[in-house]
């Protein structure tokens, strides 16, 4: 496998049931992102991570929690959604050692969440 | 973050050049320009940056303006799978602190190709 993976591709949920998104990079990155894309707006950043630890957490609903087990691994816990958090989720990974520069980030394909 | 201001649709034909123009007037001098494209039920792909001179890579060609107001992606010959939603992002230099990780979306411009 190559770049960034995410999985399922393709998830429907109740609104009560608890379900995790998973993302790996290959990539040798040390910072991994979630985005939510819904219908017709902008990708909106969720969370970041850097070498593990999470260093931005954009005003996300507690029903959204991400765990970073080591570089290469995201996960997206969902819990008691709701209908208007169906969108695609999408998952991204760039280098983030402090420094000069300007990392391009990653993208995995998504996974597209429909929360009935 | 500084905004960048781009058209919302723009028409080529394949096979032609193409220029994506984006307008960062209140850019800083630590931004890096950036480029992504989103294909049809894609993620985001990143196609090309600079900070002050112009760029080439196998994708594209970026030309930054002198006072870096504003910035053209060039697509030098445009196919069909270039039919996208491209994206110019100002993003902060790693050095400068603070929330250098941000990749801030607009609605982009949305690249129709004709055959």
């Known amino acids: 496998e190559t770049g960034v993976t995410q999985t399922p591709r393709h998830l429907v949920m109740g609104m009560t049931n608890k379900k995790s998104l998973k993302c790996e990079q290959h990539l040798g990155h040390n910072a991994m992102y979630w985005y939510k894309q819904s219908a017709k707006k902008p990708l909106e950043l969720m969370f970041v991570y850097s070498l593990e630890e999470r260093v931005e957490n954009n005003s996300v609903p507690s029903r959204f929690s991400p765990e970073c087990p080591n570089s290469s691994h995201l996960f997206l816990h969902l819990h008691t959604l709701q209908p208007e958090d169906s969108a695609l989720y999408l998952c991204?990974?760039?280098?983030?050692?402090?420094?000069?520069?300007?990392?391009?980030?990653?993208f995995g394909p998504g996974t597209r969440l429909t929360v009935t | 973050d500084a905004k960048t201001t781009q058209p919302n649709s723009m028409e080529s034909n394949e096979e032609e050049p193409v220029h994506l123009p984006c307008n960062h007037s209140t850019i800083s001098g630590t931004d890096y320009i950036h480029w992504y494209r989103q294909l049809p039920s894609q993620g985001p792909e990143y196609v090309i940056h600079?900070?002050?001179s112009n760029v080439n890579n196998r994708m594209a060609s970026l030309a930054i303006a002198e006072d870096r107001k504003s910035s053209t992606l060039i697509l030098h010959r445009a196919t069909l799978r270039d039919a996208a939603v491209y994206y110019c992002i100002l993003r902060g230099d790693m050095a400068s602190g603070g929330s250098n990780y941000k990749l801030t979306f607009g609605k982009g411009t949305l690249l129709t190709v004709n055959p």
């Open positions: 991204a990974s760039s280098q983030a050692y402090p420094g000069q520069g300007s990392y391009e980030q990653y």
């Open positions: 600079g900070l002050t």
